[in-house]
Nanobody
């Protein structure tokens, strides 16, 4: 229903920065919250950050103080600013959208209905 396309992934050295973007199209009217998730090879997918319709945010402990999630409603675009990158941040990053009206925002994957194709982030030591 909602089409999401990520961009901005790249290969960087530890300590560097990247900004990921997620462009949304389709039926975005019912979207109540957005999230960024990541999956490294051989590991389970994990929640990274989320932002709700009232701009409340939640971050995984591992990225607090380093990553910032934001959105531009006019451009229908979600962002993830990543600073002080570490090798353990290396993963495929996905954006997602959810529309459960009873939830403000959540890092729980099961509450997201639409997902992008992912963008690769590689951090070298």
């Amino acid at each position: 229903q909602v089409h999401l396309v990520e961009s901005g992934g790249d290969s960087v050295q530890a300590g560097g920065s990247l900004r990921l973007s997620c462009a949304a199209s389709g039926n975005t009217y019912s979207t109540r919250y957005w999230g960024w998730f990541r999956q490294a090879p051989g590991k389970e997918r994990e929640g990274v950050a989320t932002i709700g319709r009232y701009s409340s945010t939640t971050y995984a402990t591992s990225v607090k103080g380093r990553f910032t999630i934001s959105r531009d409603n006019a451009k229908n675009t979600l962002y993830l600013q990543m600073n002080s990158l570490k090798p353990e941040d290396t993963a495929m990053y996905y954006c997602a959208a959810g529309g459960n009206g009873a939830i403000l925002s959540t890092l729980a994957q099961e509450e997201y209905n639409d997902w992008g194709q992912g963008t690769q982030v590689t951090v070298s030591s």
